[in-house]
């Protein structure tokens, strides 16, 4: 059973910085995908970015290119997805994902955190 644990969400002003943190209990073959989902209410869980354990594919969705950087440490398994330049849209509740394979759908992921709440105050 793999647990995973987020931290670094909070309340921050259009253009600042946070760090999100996910730290899974252990390195399994469903966290050979680590990654992260945003949601909203009233609206499906949507794809933020990903990472595959040696790094080799990172994905990121549109809106967050250039602004966000997703990075693994597998001595620690944890990723870490710097957010900067925060946007009012950025607000709602991120979710550390862990999956077998590299993917846009939150259904296919196996393994969730609890979620930390970002807040972007427009």
């Known amino acids: 059973q793999v647990r995973l644990v987020e931290s670094g969400g909070g309340l921050v002003q259009a253009g600042d910085s946070l760090r999100l943190s996910c730290t899974a209990s252990?390195?399994?073959?469903?966290?050979?995908?680590l990654g992260w989902f945003h949601e909203t209410p009233g609206n499906e869980r949507e794809f933020v970015a990903s990472?595959?354990?040696?790094?080799?594919?990172?994905d990121y969705t549109e809106a967050v290119k250039g602004r966000f950087t997703l990075t693994r440490d597998n001595a620690e398994n944890t990723i870490y997805l710097q957010m900067n330049n925060l946007k009012p849209e950025d607000t709602g509740v991120y979710y550390c994902?862990?999956?077998?394979?590299?993917?846009?759908?939150?259904?296919?992921?196996?393994?969730w955190g609890q979620g930390t709440q970002v807040t972007v105050a427009s």
């Open positions: 994902a862990a999956g077998l394979g590299r993917s846009y759908n939150y259904k296919v992921y196996r393994h």
């Open positions: 252990q390195s399994t073959d469903s966290t050979y995908v």
């Open positions: 990472i595959t354990r040696r790094g080799d594919y990172i």
